[in-house]
């Protein structure tokens, strides 16, 4: 079946532009998980999402990243005013029931400020 | 291509070779524990898991030990092919934690030598 998918794929945007970032999870998955990945590190967590629900933006680095997941499928990860340090590959996640632990994963957005 | 193998620890073996990844922990109240798999370009891959009730587990051609006592996990790759060459990642989840999210260690990287 389909798995998890984001797009864009690759997004460039100039320093202080918004961007979102979109994923679709698997169907039927409850859970939903962003994570960041800078460059030759390991993906950090940013936020958590059981069903439309955000039980968790710990991970989120500023006020500047929004995320929302309305209908409890589709979630849209947000970027206002971007900085250069926003530069990563931001992956999506999702697992099929918040007491699941296996998560899988989207190909993740590339993004790069200049 | 892009890399997600920069400034990563390198292990280099020969096909058909055996393989083996370490990595250690920190926290000891996490009670599973994942190898993620991720070749250049894509999202992480799960290979195989393991709860903290067991030491060991297998899979086709891998194997994962892990010892609580030194916290301290290993991913086995048997007939190691080039097929295998990617970044490989640890991750745990802590106990009771209500999100299941995934703290990922550095990564290393596999370079089969045909």
């Known amino acids: 079946g389909a798995g998890v998918s984001q797009s864009p794929r690759y997004k460039v945007a100039k320093r202080g532009q918004d961007v979102a970032l979109r994923c679709d999870p698997i169907?039927?998955?409850?859970?939903l998980f962003w994570y960041q990945q800078a460059l030759g590190q390991g993906p950090e967590f940013l936020t958590y999402f059981q069903n439309e629900a955000q039980l968790d933006k710990s991970g989120l680095p500023s006020d500047r990243f929004f995320a929302e997941r309305p209908e409890g499928s589709v979630s849209t990860l947000k970027i206002q005013r971007t900085q250069q340090e926003d530069s990563a590959v931001y992956l999506c996640?999702?697992?099929?029931?918040?007491?699941?632990?296996?998560?899988?994963f989207g190909p993740g957005t590339r993004l790069t400020v200049l | 291509g892009e890399s997600v193998g920069l400034h990563l620890p390198t292990l280099s073996v020969q096909e058909g070779d055996n393989s083996i990844i370490n990595c250690a922990y920190s926290?000891?109240?996490?009670?599973?524990f994942i190898w993620y798999k991720q070749e250049s370009g894509k999202g992480p891959q799960f290979i195989i898991d393991?709860?903290?009730?067991?030491d060991k587990r297998q899979g086709q051609r891998v194997t994962v030990l892990l010892n609580k006592t030194v916290k301290h996990l290993s991913l086995q790759i048997a007939a190691t092919q080039p097929g295998d060459s990617a970044v490989y990642f640890c991750?745990?989840?802590?106990?009771?934690?209500?999100?299941?999210?995934?703290?990922f260690g550095t990564g290393t990287l596999l370079a089969v030598q045909p």
């Open positions: 991750a745990e989840t802590p106990y009771g934690g209500a999100t299941n999210k995934l703290i």
């Open positions: 926290n000891s109240a996490s009670d599973y």
């Open positions: 996640a999702s697992s099929p029931a918040s007491s699941t632990d296996t998560q899988y």
């Open positions: 393991i709860r903290s009730n067991m």
């Open positions: 169907s039927g998955h409850v859970s």
